[in-house]
């Protein structure tokens, strides 16, 4: 088990993220920001399978599907609420009912207002971790740092973190009193030393988005590309693993090449090798790998009883991607 920051919360080692299981949005250009399709019952059941394995952490934002990730969590863990830890995240308007995300409203009164809407998607009285979905800037953010620390003594939120790749923002929430860890992006193709190396003077948890590449560490390949309403059809800048169309960059796709075999042995998969690669970095880390189905949860799931790379796996690899 892994502790979140200097906040009293336990979770498992490897947590799942739950941006996929909330179905198709877009852009009001119609953009998709989703992963497509998504069977619901498939996504309850592969829920409650995970928690059967021992994962304890479930993220998911209330943007994500546009509210449909919170409600289908929520129905997923109906009864055994008390078994597990939630994360969501707030800072996006969107329309549920068209499935569209607007902007982002970076107001006090929003924050008290969004958080009562995720409580009653997910049916819980309270979440355990609430992070800030957008970066901005210090004048902005120390407000609604604040403002979490009123949800804290409201009862409404157990602690808070920002979602964010920038060292300076993460290390402004960690001085508040309940900030529990920092969301950031971290895989074996993207290293982030300046930010793990903040978590461990400022005692935070490292959330780590992305750390299948979004499944170019998983289950695509170039003969198995994205398709219909993904946001890897139609990749935004920031999302550098994917071409046009779904298919693999192939600069990206020669190093997962070069370190395939490394990743795959001792019996891993994989994608349990990349989770095994984020959990020698440091023992702060605790990834989020997505998943739509019962099968990927059980293969996530199973990564725990590998546990991380050894020295020498570790080493391997570093020069593998230098080379």
């Known amino acids: 088990m892994r502790t979140l920051g200097r906040v009293d919360i336990e979770v498992s080692p490897v947590g799942f993220g739950c941006w996929a299981i909330g179905g198709p949005f877009a852009h009001p250009t119609r953009e998709p920001l989703g992963w497509g399709e998504v069977d619901d019952e498939e996504s309850i059941r592969a829920v409650r399978r995970a928690v059967e394995l021992g994962v304890t952490f479930f993220d998911t934002a209330d943007v994500y599907g546009a509210g449909h990730s919170e409600r289908v969590l929520g129905q997923a863990l109906a009864g055994i609420r008390d ?9 996006n308007t969107f329309d549920e009912s068209t499935r569209t995300m607007y902007d ?12 009562r809407a995720s409580l009653d998607r997910l049916g819980t009285d309270y979440i355990d971790l609430y992070q800030l979905h957008f970066d901005t800037t210090a004048d ?40 529990a860890a920092v969301q950031h992006e971290l895989s074996v193709l993207h290293d982030a030393p300046e930010m793990l190396e903040l978590c461990e003077r400022a ?11 979004m499944g170019i560490l998983g289950r695509r390949d170039t003969t198995r590309p994205a398709t219909g309403a993904d946001i890897r059809t139609l ?9 046009k169309g779904g298919v693999p960059a192939p600069e990206w796709w020669d190093k997962v090449s070069a370190i395939r075999d490394v990743l ?35 293969e996530n799931a199973a990564a ?20």
């Not at 979490?148 to 157990?158: A, F, H, K, P, T």
């Open 140 to 179: 902005v953010a120390l407000p609604l740092r604040e403002a979490c620390e009123d949800l804290v003594r409201e009862g409404l939120i157990r602690s808070y973190a920002w979602s964010t790749d920038t060292p300076s923002s993460a290390e402004l929430f960690s001085e508040g009193e309940h900030c």
């Open 104 to 115: 982002k409203d970076s107001s006090v009164e929003y924050v008290h207002k969004a958080v």
């Open 235 to 243: 990749p935004p800048s920031w999302l550098r693993f994917f071409d």
């Open 264 to 298: 795959q042995s001792d019996g891993r998969t994989l994608a349990q090798g990349a989770l095994a690669w984020i959990w020698a970095r440091s023992p702060r880390t605790v990834p989020i790998p997505g998943f739509r189905t019962v099968a990927q949860a059980e």
């Open 304 to 323: 725990m009883a590998h546990g991380p790379l050894s020295a020498e796996q570790m080493a391997e690899i570093a020069k593998l991607l230098d080379d």
């Open 83 to 91: 078994q597990v830890v939630i994360a969501t995240k707030w800072g």
């Open 203 to 213: 005692d935070l948890a490292s959330i780590n988005r992305t750390p299948l590449g």
